[in-house]
């Protein structure tokens, strides 16, 4: 269902892909599209409050032309970076089910499989957390979840995977109650800057 703001927009409203520059060594892993955001506009974190607070925070670590990522028609540019999400389509209740990830998960690979050049990943949020090690386990790297669990600016060293750095997500609910601050993220995309040579 539209928003009254958006009603004379048209919804991308199929999956949303990933974007950035095809020789990223950093990949950001995502949760799902908003559904007023990437679902409305077709680009990953566009036009809606998570991208609000996340694109300036990789225009100030040097991965993005600007700090304005609002519209697919922007001119924004990624700078060794590839965004990319577990899931594909909205979720109901911002929630994607286990079989949505897995359904999901062939994408999440195929993005992988075509940037050559990755890494590190950083994981928004638990459940990106969780899709990482979970296609690193269904294409046969033996990961133990409970030796890597999810924390704000963890790093997990994976054997058979890229090292992986852990946010909070960039939504709302975490950017406007302070859970996550700029200075935390800026902190965290320090660091994978470092991992991933950048």
């Not at 599209?33 to 225009?59: C, E, I, Q, V, Y």
């Not at 054997?159 to 946010?167: E, I, N, S, T």
Request: aromatic content about 8%; proline content about 7%; overall charge positive.
């Amino acid at each position: 269902m539209k928003r009254r703001a958006y009603a004379g927009q048209s919804y991308w409203a199929r999956p949303v892909p990933g974007f950035g520059d095809p020789d990223a060594t950093l990949l950001l892993l995502g949760l799902a599209p908003g559904a007023h955001g990437s679902n409305r506009t077709g680009r990953m974190f566009t036009g809606d409050a998570s991208g609000a607070f996340l694109f300036p925070a990789l225009h100030r670590a040097g991965l993005a032309s600007q700090g304005d990522g609002s519209d697919p028609g922007d001119g924004l540019r990624l700078r060794g970076l590839w965004i990319t999400a577990a899931a594909r389509c909205v979720p109901p209740g911002n929630r994607p089910s286990s079989d949505e990830l897995t359904n999901c998960r062939r994408w999440l690979q195929h993005d992988l499989a075509h940037l050559p050049r990755l890494r590190a990943v950083v994981a928004l949020g638990r459940i990106a957390h969780d899709s990482y090690l979970d296609l690193l386990r269904a294409g046969g790297t033996p990961v133990v979840k409970a030796h890597h669990p999810f924390a704000h600016g963890a790093e997990h060293t994976l054997a058979g995977g890229l090292p992986l750095v852990d946010a909070y997500h960039v939504s709302f609910q975490n950017t406007n109650t302070g859970r996550l601050t700029a200075a935390m993220f800026d902190a965290v995309l320090a660091r994978a800057k470092e991992l991933a040579g950048l």
